[in-house]
């Protein structure tokens, strides 16, 4: 019996910052980075209503529950509702969780970025800044989910960036949040994943007179192609 798999023809340099409101004890915030078997590589942050341990439970319940079920075969939106219905049964109040999904085909170079309720989704190509937005409600607070997908089409040196509402919600003299986001990511001039997603938490930090007001997660991936081995 032979088996036969492709060779990736990307790599990801993955960065993650995180930090906790500051009156509370553990960050309602969830995250997951993990290799799917058909070869695709998961991301994933998952915002629980509020801080606390409650909202912890609630974005644990949400990333542990979509883990299982896409390493088990299941589709982007079964596993999403599976994951609404999970939620709605192990919490005691009307408590619900955002989920924030990309996920990249290292063989192919595409990137599915998969939101309900969750930040967008910024990709840096050159100079240039693209921002993918949700419209749904968060999950567990609605019976049926109404996901928001997009297909995009990744460049080597491509940076992907991903953040939880406490990152975004930091400003408060702007009109359109994203845009300190934006003007953060033009400037930067680090090109090392884990340095960018410390420096735009620190400035998320910053923004709040050096308390953070809510839980705050930062995810930022480089996509890089792989040498020619000739």
């Known amino acids: 019996m032979y088996t036969f798999t492709s060779e990736d023809e990307f790599t990801m340099q993955v960065g993650l910052a995180k930090a906790k ?94 939101k309900n309720g969750a930040c967008p989704t910024f990709v840096k190509r050159n100079d240039k800044i693209v921002v993918l937005k949700a419209v749904a409600l968060p999950t567990g607070i609605l019976n049926n989910i109404d996901l928001v997908e997009y297909n995009y089409d990744l460049q080597d040196g491509d940076v992907i960036l991903m953040c939880s509402d406490g990152i975004l919600d930091s400003v408060t003299q702007y009109q359109n949040k994203e845009l300190w986001i934006e003007e953060m990511l033009e400037d930067i001039e680090t090109e090392d994943s884990q340095r960018i997603a410390d420096l735009i938490l620190q400035e998320a930090i910053d923004n709040s007179y050096g308390k953070e007001k809510d839980d705050m997660t930062v995810i930022v991936c480089k996509v890089q192609a792989k040498k020619d081995k000739t």
């Open 21 to 114: 409101k500051f009156d509370s004890i553990i960050s309602g915030d969830t995250t997951l980075q993990t290799r799917l078997e058909d070869g695709k590589y998961l991301l994933a942050i998952s915002d629980g209503m509020g801080s606390g341990p409650d909202a912890r439970k609630s974005s644990k319940i949400a990333i542990k529950t979509l883990e299982r079920l896409l390493k088990s075969g299941f589709n982007n939106d079964t596993a999403l509702k599976l994951v609404n219905t999970t939620i709605s049964a192990n919490t005691d109040e009307d408590r619900y969780a955002t989920l924030d999904v990309s996920i990249l085909d290292l063989y192919k170079g595409n990137m599915k970025f998969i």
